[in-house]
């Protein structure tokens, strides 16, 4: 069997690493089946593509189509001619960035199954094009690889029943393998912090990382939280305070705000597992805050991630200065998550691949 995995953002370099190396061992026992990456170029930045693939032992991407401009419709006829040469038996996608919609539409278009592996997950905020690219896919896609039992009731609602399978997150694999057993005081010291006494911080959301006024609102609580706050900076982020004199104002002048460059996965394990509390607009980020059992604010209204807010660890606060520090104020540990499997999701993946 031939797959081609599509990837092009972060986190779906993450999710794949897992999925890849299931692909690889099964291939090693004898089992016909073999995998080449497609890097729709979506992410390009050092730091959020090349560092994670060299880190992650993932092979090199087959292909690399540059695709910066990450319009869906330009993303997917970029793809489309790869897959009409390659002809592969399974396309597999990752997530919900305009990446996973592209690779799911060209595949769809040359009649090509389709794995979504992240499937169902809803925020129900359908402004989102996140949520937008979520929902297409999953109707595209004749497999559906859940990572929670929400996700697969959600699925249920909508009718799509067939090819759904519970299988964990592929996050907790990446995380269970990749967070160093030993602490690394290396990463804290470098930044000048103490374990648990830092608040870690990513803000990176079309929605948020576009909008000054509420970056504004979010560096306002922030800076009141009265704790040291470490910020790997998103690109998208970086462009939009570079381009706002006020708020490069705010950060210059907020002493407790350690903005630094976007770092690599396995610090970025470190830095949550020893953070006192975690604020972030990020889907992945909000679930490594319970694997790494620190509490979390989730600087949005709404979240695909409901069991974590559920059993206690995450809470919603929007962008409003005054909702986070409340917020803040209130975070707390919370009780034990049960659906996002046993660290084993991209073998249970990758078997049920084989078993079709
Ligand atoms: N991440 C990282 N370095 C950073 C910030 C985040 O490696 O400086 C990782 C993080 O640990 C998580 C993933 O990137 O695994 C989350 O990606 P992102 O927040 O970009 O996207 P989302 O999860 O919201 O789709």
């Not at 396309?91 to 919609?101: A, E, H, K, P, Q």
């Amino acid at each position: 069997m031939k797959i081609i995995t599509i990837v092009g953002a972060r986190p779906q370099f993450i999710k794949a690493a897992t999925v890849s190396a299931a692909i690889k061992k099964a291939a090693e026992a004898g089992c016909d089946i073999s995998e080449k990456l497609l890097h729709t170029g979506q992410h390009y930045d050092y730091n959020l593509s090349e560092l994670i693939f060299s880190e992650l032992h993932l092979p090199a991407p087959e292909w690399n189509l540059a695709c910066k401009d990450s319009n869906t419709e330009l993303i997917s006829q970029a793809v489309e001619p790869v897959l009409q040469r390659e002809s592969p038996d399974l396309v597999i996608v990752y997530g919900d960035t305009n990446s996973t919609l592209a690779g799911a539409l060209a595949a769809d278009s040359l009649h090509i199954p389709i794995a979504h592996v992240e499937a169902g997950l809803r925020s129900r905020n359908k402004q989102m094009v996140e949520e937008q690219n979520r929902i297409r896919t999953d109707r595209l896609s004749s497999l559906l690889f859940c990572p929670t039992y929400t996700a697969v009731e959600n699925l249920r609602k909508e009718n799509i029943t067939e090819g759904v399978y519970h299988v964990g997150d592929v996050m907790y694999d990446a995380a269970l393998r990749f967070t160093p057993a030993e602490q690394d005081t290396d990463v804290l010291s470098k930044l000048g912090v103490e374990p648990k006494q830092f608040v870690l911080t990513t803000i990176h959301r079309a929605e948020t990382a576009d909008d000054p006024a509420q970056l504004q609102s979010i560096l306002l609580a922030l800076q009141q939280t009265g704790s040291t706050v470490v910020l790997p900076l998103h690109p998208r982020t970086a462009r939009t305070i570079a381009a706002a004199p006020q708020l490069k104002a705010l950060i210059n002048s907020s002493y407790n705000i350690k903005v630094i460059p976007p770092v690599g996965y396995i610090e970025m394990l470190l830095l949550e597992r020893n953070a006192s509390l975690i604020l972030t607009d990020s889907g992945g980020v909000q679930k490594e805050a319970y694997f790494q059992r620190t509490p979390c604010v989730t600087l949005r209204r709404e979240t695909e991630w409901t069991e974590t807010v559920a059993a206690g660890w995450n809470s919603l606060a929007g962008t409003d200065t005054v909702d986070i520090l409340t917020a803040v104020s209130r975070a707390k540990n919370g009780s034990v998550i049960n659906d996002y499997g046993n660290g084993h999701a991209a073998e249970r993946i990758v078997e049920t691949i084989i078993n079709l």
